[in-house]
């Protein structure tokens, strides 16, 4: 096991905290199972092209509730245009 690992597992096992690193991913991984379903492609690459795709559309078109109804493109735009350089 790499210390990475041993220390991320000692976090998650702390008393009183809890381990919700990876509920953000979950969730994008079951929108993106829910969304592309069952398809089947020919090969690889019509697969890796389709998740491609699928990511474009999930990150530039798709509106996304936690947002307020805006994209991750737009969220990060306006996250930018929010910096201010300082001396």
């Known amino acids: 096991m790499t210390t990475a690992a041993r220390h991320a597992r000692t976090a998650c096992e702390a008393p009183g905290l809890a381990c919700f690193d990876n509920a953000v991913a979950e969730s994008f991984f079951a929108t993106l199972k ?3 379903g069952t398809t089947v492609w020919a090969t690889r690459d019509d697969a ?24 991750p493109h737009e969220v990060r735009g306006g996250y930018r245009q929010d910096l ?3 001396a």
Not at 48 to 71: P, Q
């Open 48 to 71: 890796r092209r389709g998740v491609f795709a699928y990511l474009g559309y999930y990150n530039h078109d798709r509106l996304h509730s936690t947002l307020s109804y805006r994209t």
């Open 34 to 36: 829910t969304e592309i």
């Open 84 to 86: 201010t350089l300082v």
